[in-house]
């Protein structure tokens, strides 16, 4: 069972989010050759063809080595790559604020918190409805914390632990569970949706196994 829910969430994580994205910019492919904008038709048929390169590289990985490739530079790296993505993906702006500088994780952690991160932001991509958002990674009460923040919707009470629309939670959960931490979703103060992922670190500042 355990084998089994690793591979969905590297399922999940490696080619659904990817084709999430597909399915985003469909519809703004679609509109584009209705409107007969030929720049824009041409701008967004490069995004799915990228993305649907991006899903077959992920498979064949996920086939191959059965784990998601790791950034060598490690997770605020990583990070960055992702927030690059979004925001050319999304429109929606996405602040960054390292405060853990000097980190340094083991692989496992650093691919463990990205996925978190990315399935945060594939959420507010799909979900939110935001204009803005905010990432933050931190050293918080002797653990590494990272905040996922928007200024959308929201969610409603009991929301965070519903069935298909919220998968990617429970994977989330799942994820930092592994690393001996806890997700925390809930309301933004003054808006949106906060989601917190913390992990506890040794006494050298190290994450812990």
């Known amino acids: 069972m355990r084998e089994r829910e690793s591979m969905a969430a590297e399922v999940h994580d490696s080619i659904a989010q990817t084709l999430s994205f597909v399915k985003l910019r469909m519809p703004l ?36 080595n ?11 790296h ?15 702006e996405l602040e960054f604020a390292d405060r853990a ?11 463990q918190l ?5 399935e945060a932001l594939n959420n507010v991509a799909k979900h939110a409805q935001a204009r ?6 931190a050293r918080r009460d002797g653990g590494v914390e990272v905040i996922v923040e928007d200024d959308g919707r929201g969610v409603a009470p009991g929301q965070a632990g519903a069935s298909e629309t919220h998968y990617g939670i429970r994977i989330m959960q799942q994820r930092a569970a592994k690393l001996g931490g806890q997700i925390e979703i809930g309301q933004r103060a003054g808006g949106g949706t906060r989601v917190r992922a913390w992990v506890a670190l040794d006494a050298q500042g190290r994450a812990a196994p």
């Open 29 to 64: 492919l679609h509109e584009a050759i209705v409107a007969h904008d030929e720049p824009a038709a041409l701008r967004y048929c490069a995004d799915v063809r990228r993305a649907v390169t991006d899903a077959h590289a992920g498979l064949r990985e996920l086939l191959t």
């Open 66 to 76: 059965f784990r998601a490739p790791v950034d060598p530079l490690g997770l605020s």
């Open 78 to 92: 990583a990070l960055q790559s992702a927030i690059d993505e979004f925001e050319s993906g999304t429109g929606i």
């Open 101 to 111: 500088q000097g980190l340094v994780l083991s692989s496992l952690q650093d691919a």
């Open 114 to 118: 990205f996925r978190i991160v990315q």
């Open 132 to 137: 803005h958002a905010w990432l933050t990674i």
